[in-house]
């Protein structure tokens, strides 16, 4: 149980253009998900608290108006990186917990931008 | 603030030997603390928890135990396998359900040689 999918798993765009992140809880519903950006070999630092139902919580310095997010339903978040430029490559992942304090994390997304 | 700190890596051992990887934390509360495993090319999994003083998290032959005096929750196997080379995360989550935002460490890398 407590499966977290993401779509799609890799993705190149063009500077300029916007890229959708699909955030999804297969097997139980999440008010609340989380998405992180990953650098390589760093760290995860979270970007955003996506609510169910309302605007989502920007971690300080993380553009609201670049990376917005809707989390539609109970199990779906989305995270779209608008006008995406070369230094918005990274791997975005997204995690929801069902019940407990545990989070549980999907795969990931890499995003290059040309 | 929150802030989790790990030793610095990369750790390279042989198989069998025995393993030991730092994690200290600074927490206004009383944190849940984690171990999150990244195996190559995947996404990031729990491999363990412990969620007040004194106890002891454990899967896979890892272990870490919660010790408030000391705030650490070192990571520890006593022998380790080529299929453990991966990253391993500390984290600490401050608040009460699946709601709570995880502060993660920088992460480091195990590689383990046959």
């Known amino acids: 149980g407590a499966v977290v999918s993401q779509h799609p798993s890799w993705v190149i765009c063009k500077s300029g253009t916007s890229v959708k992140i699909e955030c999804r809880s297969l097997d139980f519903q999440a008010t609340t998900m989380f998405w992180y950006r990953q650098f390589p070999k760093q760290s995860l630092m979270l970007m955003a608290t996506?609510?169910?139902?309302?605007?989502?919580?920007?971690e300080q310095g993380v553009e609201k108006d670049k990376f917005l997010i809707n989390h539609a339903s109970l199990t779906l978040s989305t995270l779209t990186v608008t006008s995406a430029h070369p230094e918005d490559s990274s791997f975005y992942i997204c995690?929801?917990?069902?019940?407990?304090?545990?989070?549980?994390f999907g795969p990931g997304t890499r995003l290059t931008v040309l | 603030g929150n802030s989790v700190t790990q030793m610095e890596g990369p750790v390279t051992l042989s198989e069998e030997a025995f393993l030991t990887i730092n994690c200290t934390y600074t927490a206004t509360g009383y944190p849940s603390l984690f171990w999150y495993v990244q195996y190559p090319g995947e996404g990031l999994q729990l491999l363990l928890k412990a969620t007040k003083a004194d106890d002891k998290g454990s899967n896979k032959g890892f272990e870490a135990t919660y010790r408030k005096e000391t705030t650490s929750f070192h990571l520890e196997k006593g022998s380790v396998q080529v299929s453990d080379s991966a990253v391993y995360f500390c984290?600490?989550?401050?608040?009460?359900?699946?709601?709570?935002?995880?502060?993660f460490g920088k992460g480091i890398t195990l590689s383990v040689r046959p």
């Open positions: 996506s609510n169910e139902g309302s605007k989502a919580t920007y």
């Open positions: 995690s929801a917990g069902p019940i407990t304090d545990t989070q549980y």
């Open positions: 984290a600490l989550s401050e608040g009460a359900g699946a709601n709570s935002k995880l502060t």
